[in-house]
């Protein structure tokens, strides 16, 4: 089992940025895929970000790819996700995700993951 804790959010005016952490405790963090998922009341769950258990790979959604990057610190068991040129539309309660696995191959859809965060909000205005 891995437990996961979400930090970061808050309110950020358009174009502004925020750093989310999510430490990780209990199975052996660097094992751990991880993944960056953002959902907004009544939408499904969408996904923002991966990388893979030694950090070498990562995957980001049309969406967000060259505003927010996705790093991990496997000696302090934690996952972070940079998020720059914020929009209105970046809005959500985002959540982390872990899945076991040592290969490269990384996952998109949030019914791969075994473990979640209980989520962050940020809300950015405009």
């Known amino acids: 089992q891995v437990q996961l804790v979400e930090s970061g959010g808050g309110l950020v005016q358009a174009g502004g940025s925020l750093r989310l952490s999510c430490e990780a405790s209990?199975?052996?963090?660097?094992?751990?895929?991880m993944g960056w998922f953002r959902q907004t009341p009544g939408l499904a769950r969408d996904f923002v970000a991966a990388?893979?258990?030694?950090?070498?790979?990562?995957d980001y959604a049309d969406s967000v790819k060259g505003r927010f990057t996705i790093s991990r610190d496997n000696a302090k068991n934690a996952v972070y996700l940079y998020l720059n040129n914020l929009k209105p539309e970046d809005t959500a309660v985002y959540y982390c995700?872990?899945?076991?696995?040592?290969?490269?191959?990384?996952?998109?859809?949030?019914?791969?993951?075994?473990?979640w965060g209980q989520g962050t909000q940020v809300t950015v205005s405009s």
């Open positions: 995700a872990g899945r076991y696995g040592r290969n490269t191959f990384l996952y998109t859809s949030p019914d791969e993951y075994d473990y």
């Open positions: 209990g199975r052996t963090f660097s094992d751990t895929k």
């Open positions: 990388i893979t258990s030694s950090g070498a790979r990562t």
